[in-house]
């Protein structure tokens, strides 16, 4: 049975609806689903009624930045009591810390004569604030473009490039991410339930044995082992750290969005599909 349980909307960084994006995944033949929106549940609703109405079982899910002692790394959170006014808070929390920080960055590229609107910039989120669309907001400038072009020597700048020159650059600072302590994650789920399973761990090498048993101690449940950020070395290792610890493995595309620019290959799915039954343990999580 294909499953995908990591996916984006509108409500975070994706580019289309909870029902778009429910529609794009019947046609692709996926049974069970998580919308998987960085800190906010804004488009769970829209989209277990758009996954019900084609016959894709929906799960509840999340991504959440987070920490632990120094160590940054991003949790999928699945099952959970969706309308606990805890969840709600602490992701508030993060929303406005995270804006703070958008707003900080915005200052400054208004500082440096790019043309930005900030108030309407930001007003246009109403829940998580994506870099990628900000992004696309400063490009939509004709001026902001051309500056970007001749500083950059690039007739056709990428997003990527464009983040790395004028959002990570250490010259200017980095856009600080709204981390949660992994405790008070771990806490709250005791209150509303659900899974707690460590994101795409190889794409910020993660990966560590040592790192893994200490989270599988706090009581972290599971890790996502099929992702288009993993090699299949990763995922080879991956499947022994899983075993060792008893962790569940789960699977998830990461999808954003169509890529464009003519490619062949558009999105993850038409080049890998992602399987229950080579998921241990994964009907924990999808039933």
């Given at each position: 049975m294909r499953i995908d349980l990591q996916m984006h909307s509108t409500y975070s960084d994706g580019y289309m609806t909870p029902t778009?994006?429910?529609?794009?995944?019947?046609?692709?033949?996926?049974?069970?689903?998580?919308?998987?929106?960085?800190?906010?549940?804004g488009g769970q609703a829209e989209f277990k009624l758009a996954c019900d109405k084609l016959g894709i079982k929906a799960i509840p899910g999340l991504e959440l930045y987070v920490k632990?002692?120094?160590?940054?790394?991003?949790?999928?959170?699945?099952?959970?009591?969706?309308?606990?006014?805890?969840?709600?808070?602490?992701l508030r929390d993060t929303q406005v810390r995270r804006r703070r920080q958008i707003r900080i960055i915005l200052e400054r590229l208004a500082s440096m004569g790019f043309k930005i609107n900030i108030e309407k910039t930001l007003d246009y989120f109403n829940h998580y604030v994506p870099i990628n669309k900000i992004v696309d907001a400063l490009v939509e400038e004709p001026a902001n473009l051309r500056k970007i072009k001749k500083e950059l020597n690039l007739k056709n700048p990428t997003e990527?490039?464009?983040?790395?020159?004028?959002?990570?650059?250490?010259?200017?600072?980095?856009?600080?991410?709204?981390?949660?302590?992994?405790?008070?994650?771990?806490?709250?789920?005791?209150?509303?339930?659900?899974?707690?399973?460590?994101?795409?761990?190889?794409?910020?090498?993660?990966?560590?044995?040592?790192?893994?048993?200490?989270?599988?101690?706090?009581?972290?449940?599971?890790?996502?082992?099929?992702?288009?950020?993993?090699?299949?070395?990763?995922?080879?290792?991956?499947?022994r750290v899983a075993r060792e610890f008893d962790f569940i493995e789960t699977g998830g595309s990461?999808?954003?969005?169509?890529?464009?620019?003519n490619m062949p290959l558009q999105y993850s799915w038409e080049y890998y599909h992602i399987k229950s039954r080579h998921l241990r343990g994964i009907k924990k999580i999808i039933g």
């Amino acid at each position: 049975m294909r499953i995908d349980l990591q996916m984006h909307s509108t409500y975070s960084d994706g580019y289309m609806t909870p029902t778009k994006l429910a529609k794009f995944m019947a046609s692709h033949e996926i049974k069970v689903a998580s919308l998987t929106d960085h800190n906010t549940v804004g488009g769970q609703a829209e989209f277990k009624l758009a996954c019900d109405k084609l016959g894709i079982k929906a799960i509840p899910g999340l991504e959440l930045y987070v920490k632990l002692n120094n160590a940054k790394f991003n949790i999928l959170w699945y099952n959970f009591d969706a309308s606990s006014p805890e969840l709600h808070k602490l992701l508030r929390d993060t929303q406005v810390r995270r804006r703070r920080q958008i707003r900080i960055i915005l200052e400054r590229l208004a500082s440096m004569g790019f043309k930005i609107n900030i108030e309407k910039t930001l007003d246009y989120f109403n829940h998580y604030v994506p870099i990628n669309k900000i992004v696309d907001a400063l490009v939509e400038e004709p001026a902001n473009l051309r500056k970007i072009k001749k500083e950059l020597n690039l007739k056709n700048p990428t997003e990527g490039q464009i983040i790395k020159e004028y959002i990570n650059n250490p010259s200017y600072g980095f856009l600080i991410n709204s981390y949660v302590n992994i405790e008070r994650v771990l806490k709250l789920r005791k209150l509303i339930g659900g899974q707690l399973v460590v994101c795409h761990p190889g794409k910020h090498n993660r990966t560590k044995r040592e790192f893994m048993a200490k989270l599988r101690k706090l009581g972290i449940e599971g890790l996502e082992l099929l992702s288009p950020h993993h090699s299949l070395s990763i995922v080879m290792h991956l499947q022994r750290v899983a075993r060792e610890f008893d962790f569940i493995e789960t699977g998830g595309s990461d999808f954003h969005r169509l890529e464009g620019d003519n490619m062949p290959l558009q999105y993850s799915w038409e080049y890998y599909h992602i399987k229950s039954r080579h998921l241990r343990g994964i009907k924990k999580i999808i039933g």
